[in-house]
């Protein structure tokens, strides 16, 4: 284990971060760090410590950080294990769509596969793709395609942005309702740069 003590221009906080969470990050005085994890009290000394099980360079930013820490703890539970990814259908009867109505992203959808596929049946589960109500709608909408009984495979799917405005293909739940699918899922989020945890979960990425 490692114990250390964050410190700022007046005060201090003890902290250990136990060696399951450690995995070699490296300390050294005087490092500014971006640290996350939860307060304990000691009985036994009466003092507050931080249980940390994430520590990382500060500068690097608080959204990077939780998705650096929320990466770990998936991938530590097998959600993106390589074997457990399902071959997509070679001739889809349904595909569902996962996105929002309104934007050009569906349009591209059954612009294309209305030319490579034209025989299937698009059904869209609108949602929201960014802001606040955006990873829970996402789950419903992924329970919706999974109620039905005919669904081949799913694309879950929206264009580039920002990353606080990719954030909800980050987010935990989101994240847990692609693992749980029933349907092999596409994840179709953003560019060819951008990166989210539901491409690590998906069965397959499709930038």
Same mark, same amino acid.
Request: charged residues 25%; negative net charge.
């Given at each position: 284990?490692?114990?250390?003590?964050?410190? @700022?221009?007046?005060?201090?906080?003890?902290?250990?971060?136990?060696?399951?969470?450690?995995?070699?990050?490296?300390?050294?005085?005087?490092?500014?760090?971006?640290?996350?994890?939860?307060?304990?009290?000691? @009985?036994?000394?009466?003092?507050?410590?931080?249980?940390?099980?994430?520590?990382?360079?500060?500068?690097?930013?608080? !959204?990077?950080?939780?998705?650096?820490?929320?990466?770990?703890q998936l991938e530590e539970e097998g959600l993106f294990e390589p074997s457990r990814k399902r071959?997509?259908?070679?001739?889809?009867?349904?595909?569902?769509?996962?996105?929002?109505?309104?934007?050009?992203?569906?349009?591209?959808?059954?612009?294309? *596969?209305?030319?490579? !596929?034209?025989?299937?049946?698009?059904?869209?589960?609108?949602?929201?793709?960014?802001? @606040?109500?955006?990873?829970?709608? *996402?789950?419903?909408?992924?329970?919706?395609?999974?109620?039905?009984?005919?669904?081949?495979?799913?694309?879950?799917?929206?264009?580039?942005?920002?990353?606080?405005?990719? !954030?909800?293909?980050?987010?935990?739940?989101?994240?847990?309702?692609?693992?749980?699918?029933?349907?092999?899922?596409?994840?179709?989020?953003?560019?060819?740069?951008?990166?989210? *945890?539901?491409?690590?979960?998906?069965?397959?990425?499709?930038?």
């Amino acid at each position: 284990h490692t114990y250390f003590t964050l410190k @700022d221009e007046s005060s201090q906080l003890r902290c250990v971060m136990f060696r399951r969470q450690h995995a070699g990050t490296p300390f050294e005085d005087g490092t500014q760090v971006t640290a996350h994890g939860r307060i304990s009290f000691f @009985d036994r000394r009466g003092e507050l410590q931080l249980i940390v099980d994430f520590v990382q360079p500060a500068g690097v930013g608080i !959204w990077q950080a939780q998705l650096e820490r929320l990466k770990a703890q998936l991938e530590e539970e097998g959600l993106f294990e390589p074997s457990r990814k399902r071959p997509l259908p070679a001739f889809p009867r349904r595909i569902g769509v996962v996105t929002s109505p309104t934007g050009a992203v569906f349009h591209d959808i059954c612009n294309i *596969i209305g030319r490579r !596929w034209p025989l299937t049946e698009i059904v869209l589960a609108p949602t929201p793709v960014q802001g @606040d109500e955006a990873a829970p709608a *996402i789950v419903e909408a992924l329970s919706r395609l999974n109620g039905e009984t005919d669904i081949d495979v799913i694309i879950v799917a929206r264009g580039g942005g920002s990353t606080e405005e990719l !954030w909800p293909f980050n987010e935990e739940m989101v994240a847990r309702a692609i693992y749980a699918s029933r349907i092999p899922i596409v994840s179709a989020v953003g560019h060819e740069t951008d990166y989210t *945890i539901a491409d690590y979960v998906a069965d397959l990425r499709a930038p």
